[in-house]
């Protein structure tokens, strides 16, 4: 099919359009899910206090843990923010700061009276001297009484002594073992692996003195502690007791683009927002990740500032057990005897020491489930997640199979997460982690930013816009293009077809020929169009959503590929199956219009003998098998729409699956991005379907094709010479020399055997014989329709086959067997065989046919209308008109085949008289089977089973030809014959 394209350069141009605006469609509709992935990832947000440029301190060694992999905006590798302290703080304030973290537990130490203005004083002046003095004499399981020696005792009390009162008989003195109650004592702070690769705030008594600190720096009226700001020149901006800027409009806020990297100013910013601030007081009391929200209440009600990682652990299995205990047990006491609660709250106790992870906490958290249930019920439950071995060992086991717990998690996943600002009805109970201890407490508030979201969906709708304008554009070029191509085509196939000689056209069936010629070219349209319209757009919104979606989740991307082999399997399958079938379908077809055809041009020979319903039988055989055929292709290509559908949709399933984890677990995927992966994942699934209608429907297109080609490729058997003989001896002479003949090469029989006669100018040639004999034959090798089989066929003196065939036939005036007329008016027809011929011409030679009374008669004369195949003409008036088509063209060679069968004998008699007067200059040959119609000819031939076996006058042919004697018998009594 796509053969043809390298001669359809005319429109060469509408293609290169049409692949523009496809591909700026499918650009437009790809980032239509990036703008609504960023309107619900940026446009509803968590308010946060905005970043600001800020002092900066050289990074202490002894805190290079936090933010160590460099997550977070503001710090830096080297470099940490400097916070401001509260007025008049003094180092000696942290032993109430102490008090205040450890709650009802007392600090019976002092800290030496050092005045703190910000932290940079108090890492450079305290913390760092302090830290670094006691690491080279920390180790494991530390003890300075037994441990040290008198000269290093010293040092380290030398080095206590610059931050903690460490004096002999001083009861403010720090105790040295912590079995007098204090949380921090001389021992605690030296027991720690000096070689150990983690650092300072590794050890708990650090960090409680460093979270003390911290306690004591300047906190905004959110809870959050602030950095200090700084102006455009670098120079401190002053802050009010809370810690924040009074002066706002000199602050320099801290932008960033969409890949995270820090920008230079708003416009350029990803959101139009500041990036927000980090929340120090998290990072440097827990190291851990977290922001500046804007929390209200306290920050961390039932939670610790600087409590390790182990601690936060037992803060979680302690919470979750009262919890569960509460729920479970307390809620139902008149339930439970004294012993069971007190057995159970021992069972649950133990049970979430072992369950203590996100997908742990999932399985058990379903107990809260039975709060309302039997007290067996519960119990039983509780059994189910616990029990001991027989050493006494307390062991946890799921007795759920591993799909039970694949069902359990699943319906948590579909759960809507308690998690969040929605009002909830009723309680919601949730166990805790230990990372999750670890956070503060506090009431996140969703903010929308409507200019945000107005310029996104200014941009949705824009890009909206042009993928429909794009896609009307598309449509009406392809429109174009398409039906340009097949007009192209369709002519192409005409032109050959008019080229064929008489040997292609018995190659080729009429109906085959006109099939190929609507339906088969219709076919090659439509899958064109098909293709211009989708089979273009579809591998790019494939190639660019897969890419777009990997972009924003490879994981949940990856969920496509369980699903695209079954779909290019089935795909590959219908198409091998449907293929053949399509080209039984194309030949039913064709034998379809032969039916039809047959049907409707012998409507009076089928109602003559009463065969309508043999006729109707016989077509819907046809139609029924056609329908058959159709219809299991139509099954084949109906299974993959909804095939693909399923699929899709099935792995939209998995997609949200996945996302709902990696949106739980905080793996950097938000709902917007699991939002944009579905469109692109419905986007998927319609270029699949594109793409499945074009595989199925392009083998119908490609048979159809082939057959298209297979007569564009047909060779032509009679083509001009390439040198063409015009040296003409002779004028108006027609010479047949030993011709001999046959239809096919391969045919055992010649049809026409050892011909040879010449058919002079101002004379008339006549050729009788049989049915079958050879007439038309012969009559057909003069114009050249065949080409002999040897021998030689001269006109004027040159062999046919070196005149130009346009040449030959405008020497050639020829009537043909069955009179042919063409739609249109009498002059039209008259003007096919001259075109500039006057009406004069026209109307001598109807009046030399006979035909000028009954022309006249016609209301529009020469211009009366004719009917398709002179359908309003009896069948003696078109032989008449053919005749005097033939007239008006003064041919050198006149040629009548047959041409007086349907005259009567007084028309056929004036029509000869008639035809004397313009045959003197002109070699005529005429092909009859009334003997009264050639009695008058100059030389008769007498052809019978391809062989002339008689020729000369009328006379001499009585006397010397008994084939012809008894053709003429049979005809005209022996009298009038004067025999």
């Known amino acids: 099919m796509f053969r043809q394209f390298k001669d359809f350069r005319s429109m060469t141009w509408v293609l290169l359009v049409i692949v523009m605006l496809v591909t700026g469609q499918a650009v437009a509709e790809l980032y239509l899910p990036e703008k609504m992935s960023e309107i619900i990832n940026e446009g509803i947000y968590i308010d946060y206090e905005p970043l600001y440029k800020h002092l900066e301190m050289d990074k202490p060694d002894s805190i290079g843990g936090v933010d160590s992999e460099k997550t977070l905006k503001g710090y830096d590798k080297d470099k940490i923010p400097v916070f401001e302290m509260v007025e ?45 003095g006691l690491k080279p004499y920390q180790m494991l399981g530390a003890n300075y009484d037994e441990d040290y020696n008198e000269i290093e005792k010293e040092e380290i009390r030398k080095v206590i002594n610059t931050f903690i009162i460490f004096e002999n008989g001083d009861p403010r003195s720090i105790p040295v073992e912590e079995s007098s109650g204090n949380t921090i004592s001389v021992n605690s702070l030296l027991d720690q692996d000096p070689d150990a690769d983690e650092d300072a705030m590794e050890n708990s008594s650090n960090r409680k003195i460093l979270t003390a600190c911290v306690s004591r720096m300047k906190h905004s009226k959110y809870g959050n502690i602030m950095p200090i700001p700084i102006d455009f020149e670098g120079n401190r901006i002053p802050t009010d007791e809370f810690g924040q800027v009074i002066d706002k409009t000199k602050l320099r806020y801290v932008y960033s683009n969409k890949d995270e990297e820090e920008v230079s100013s708003v416009k350029e910013s990803y959101t139009g927002r500041p990036d927000p601030m980090p929340d120090y007081e998290v990072i440097i009391c827990n190291n851990v990740l977290g922001y500046s929200y804007k929390y209200y209440g306290e920050k961390w009600v039932d939670r610790k500032r600087g409590i390790s990682d182990f601690d936060a652990q037992l803060r979680a299995d302690s919470y979750n057990s009262d919890l569960l205990y509460r729920v479970l047990i307390s809620e139902n006491s008149d339930k439970f005897t004294d012993q069971q609660a007190s057995d159970y709250r021992y069972r649950i106790s133990e049970m979430v020491k072992r369950y203590n992870d996100d997908d742990q906490l999932i399985l058990i958290e379903r107990l809260f489930s039975l709060k309302n249930s039997s007290a067996k019920k519960i119990m039983k439950a509780i059994d189910d997640t616990w029990k001991q071995n027989e050493q006494g060992e307390s062991i946890t086991i799921i007795r759920d199979s591993e799909w039970r717990q694949f069902w359990i998690k699943l319906k948590d996943y579909l759960t809507l997460t308690p998690t969040g600002t929605a009002i909830r009805a009723g309680k919601v109970y949730e166990l805790m982690t230990a990372d999750e201890m670890l956070l503060p407490d506090g009431e996140e508030i969703q903010t929308k930013d409507l200019n945000f979201i107005l310029i996104r969906g200014g941009y949705m709708l824009l890009l909206t816009l042009c993928a429909v304008c794009a896609a009307i ?65 579809a591998p790019i919104i494939l190639i660019g959503g897969f890419t777009m979606a990997a972009e924003k989740s490879l994981k949940m991307t990856s969920v496509l590929l369980y699903v695209l082999p079954i779909l290019f399997i089935a795909s590959f399958v219908a198409a091998r199956i449907v293929q053949p079938m399509f080209k039984i379908i194309q030949k039913k077809v064709d034998r379809l219009t032969l039916v039809t055809r047959e049907g409707l041009t012998g409507i009076r020979v089928v109602r003559a003998f009463n065969k309508q319903e043999s006729e109707n039988e016989r077509f819907q055989e046809v139609n029924e098998s056609l329908r058959k055929t159709a219809t299991t292709i139509s099954k084949y290509n109906a299974i993959l729409a909804p095939l693909i559908s399923v699929c899709i949709n099935c792995a939209m399933v998995g997609v949200v699956w996945i996302a709902s984890k990696q949106i739980a677990y905080d793996e950097d995927i938000k709902v917007g991005d699991m939002m944009a992966v579905i469109q692109y994942m419905q986007q998927i699934m319609m270029a699949l379907v594109m793409l499945a209608t074009v595989f199925v429907m392009f083998p119908r297109a490609s048979v159809s094709a082939a057959r298209v080609n297979e007569v564009l490729d047909t060779k032509v058997r009679l083509r001009d010479s390439l040198e063409p003989n015009r040296n003409y001896s002779e004028k108006g002479v027609v010479r047949f020399e030993n011709v001999d003949f046959k239809y096919c090469l391969d045919a055992e029989n010649y049809s026409l055997k050892d011909i040879s006669f010449v058919a002079e100018k101002g004379k008339v040639t006549a050729i009788v014989g049989g049915t079958g004999s050879g007439k038309s034959t012969i009559i057909n090798l003069i114009p050249r329709f065949y080409d002999v089989t040897s021998g030689k066929v001269l006109v004027d003196g040159i062999n046919v086959r070196d005149i130009p065939l346009e040449e030959l036939r405008e020497k050639i005036g020829f009537v043909p067997q069955r009179s042919m007329l063409f739609s249109g008016t009498i002059k039209e027809n008259l003007k096919w065989g001259k075109e500039d011929a006057t009406d004069e011409e026209l109307w001598d030679s109807l009046r030399i046919a006979q035909s000028e009374n009954f022309v006249k008669g016609k209301s529009g004369a020469l211009d009366s209308d004719v009917e398709q195949g002179g359908g309003n003409f009896s069948g003696g008036q078109k032989q008449r008109l053919s005749i005097a088509r033939a007239i008006v063209r003064k041919p050198e060679v006149m040629i009548f085949d047959d041409s007086f069968s349907a005259l009567d004998f007084r028309t056929d008699k004036n029509l000869r008289a008639a035809l004397k007067k313009v045959t003197k200059e002109t070699a005529t040959i005429i092909i009859a089977q009334r003997i009264g119609t050639i009695m008058d000819a100059d030389l008769i031939l007498v052809l019978d089973e391809g062989k002339i076996v008689g020729k000369g006058t009328h006379q001499e042919l009585l006397c010397n030809c008994q084939l012809y004697r008894d053709i003429a018998l049979s005809q005209i009594s022996a009298e009038e014959l004067g025999i």
Do not use: C, W
């Open 88 to 132: 008049g703080f003094s180092t000696y304030d942290l032993t109430e700061a102490l008090e205040e973290i450890e709650g009802d537990q007392s600090v019976n130490i002092t800290f030496r009276d050092i005045p703190i203005h910000d932290s940079k004083e108090l890492f450079e002046k305290v913390i760092t001297p302090f830290l670094e």
């Open 473 to 537: 554009l598309a449509a009406l070029f392809s429109s174009k293009y398409a039906s340009e191509f097949s007009a192209f085509i369709r002519s192409r196939v005409f032109k050959k077809v008019q080229s064929f000689s008489m040997a292609e056209f018995d190659q080729f069936s009429t109906s085959s020929l006109i099939t190929r010629s609507t339906n088969d070219i219709n076919q090659i349209q439509q899958i064109l169009l098909l293709i211009l319209r989708t089979g273009l757009i």
